[in-house]
């Protein structure tokens, strides 16, 4: 691309390399400010604004000002003038370094996928989190809390091994990394999640085989009372307005007492 526009600038006069440089920096201005505009049409029709309102990279960029369609259409602009600029730099025979200025021009769209990769990631990461939240709200148990954010987490690494392998970061390296994370949740999980994956087990044993239901009365070690809820977890029952929250691997260890009147 750079030799071609080097041999454009020779078959010209200087003078009209010159107007047709400025006239090209002139008109990329606006191209840059169609394309930043564009992008935020581009938002409001998809409903992106909607998605990543409240999300970390919003509240981050609503501090400076701006927004993430702001950011993104920011990111596309300046790499649609970089193009431009290079072009009349060739045209007046500024960027004599043309293995630079070649460099520059290959650089720039990788780096500004990298960038858009780290914003997705994070914007993705965040609404992860919040839909994993809501989906165990009735899990009472502390381990519950750890998994949205480990989703999150997750997403965030990802996002940034797509980003490293945009500007160049060796394949070998980012697996590696991949397969490091990997062994780390693996530990993660099978330390921090055991009594969650017993109780999700034993949950699963006693929704298919139903012991008691709702609605039953019964006994489990010191706590009695009326059944309310069922879940995969753990297995809610009240007594004189107290409500105790049992999770199922103690139901099949301690065993249940069903109180018949």
Do not use: C
Request: hydrophobic share 55%; no cysteine.
């Amino acid at each position: 691309m750079v030799n071609a526009l080097e041999e454009i600038g020779d078959a010209i006069s200087d003078e009209f390399a010159i107007s047709l440089a400025v006239s090209a920096l002139v008109l990329g201005l606006f191209v840059s400010y169609l394309i930043w505009r564009v992008t935020h049409r581009l938002f409001e029709w998809t409903g992106l604004d909607s998605t990543v309102e409240g999300t970390t990279f919003e509240r981050a960029a609503g501090r400076f000002g701006t927004s993430t369609a702001g950011v993104v259409g920011l990111l596309f602009a300046v790499s649609a003038y970089a193009v431009i600029l290079l072009f009349a730099l060739n045209l007046v025979r500024v960027a004599e370094a043309s293995g630079f200025w070649s460099g520059v021009a290959r650089l720039m769209p990788q780096l500004v996928v990298a960038i858009v990769a780290i914003i997705v990631g994070v914007i993705l990461g965040d609404k992860s989190r919040l839909v994993v939240q809501e989906r165990l709200r009735s899990v009472k148990l502390p381990e519950a809390a750890v998994i949205p954010e480990l989703v999150k987490y997750s997403i965030y690494y990802i996002a940034a091994l797509v980003a490293l392998a945009q500007v160049g970061v060796a394949t070998t390296a980012l697996l590696v990394l991949l397969a490091a994370y990997a062994f780390g949740v693996v530990v993660l999980a099978a330390v921090a999640f055991q009594d969650l994956l017993a109780a999700g087990a034993a949950g699963v044993y006693l929704l298919l085989n139903e012991p008691y239901s709702i609605g039953d009365e019964v006994r489990i070690d010191d706590r009695h009372g009326i059944v309310q809820e069922m879940t995969m977890f753990a297995t809610h029952i009240e007594d004189n307005g107290e409500e105790y929250i049992v999770p199922n691997q103690q139901v099949l260890r301690s065993g249940v007492v069903r109180v018949r009147n």
